[in-house]
């Protein structure tokens, strides 16, 4: 079956850097767009980043020029790296098969200020 499991979340102070990777099993990694969503509490899920198997990549407006979206084919994963973050940035985070029912787990990123 599919499994999407990501790492990498925790506590940071604002202005501070983490780097989130989900690892997936179950698909043809290479053929699969990839992204990143987040989810604050009282919030609606949203989109963070997104990357096509060509590399074709999009961000939310909210992370352009400190977030980057990356991955590796041949160990199946998909990397965050986020930078400069703030307080707002605060949310577990979610790996996404695009266009499929997959998600991961979530993890948890909180920002201190």
């Known amino acids: 079956q599919v499994q999407l499991v990501e790492s990498g979340g925790g506590l940071v102070q604002a202005g501070g850097s983490l780097r989130l990777s989900c690892t997936a099993s179950g698909i043809i990694f290479a053929i699969n767009s990839m992204a990143w969503y987040r989810q604050a509490p009282g919030k609606q899920r949203e989109l963070v980043a997104s990357?096509?198997?060509?590399?074709?990549?999009d961000y939310a407006d909210s992370v352009k020029g400190r977030f980057t979206i990356t991955r590796d084919n041949g160990k199946s994963t998909v990397y965050l790296q986020m930078n400069a973050l703030e307080p707002e940035d605060t949310a577990v985070y979610y790996c996404?098969?695009?266009?499929?029912?997959?998600w991961g787990q979530g993890t948890r990123v909180t920002v201190s200020s």
């Open positions: 996404y098969v695009q266009y499929t029912q997959y």
């Open positions: 990357i096509g198997s060509s590399g074709r990549r």
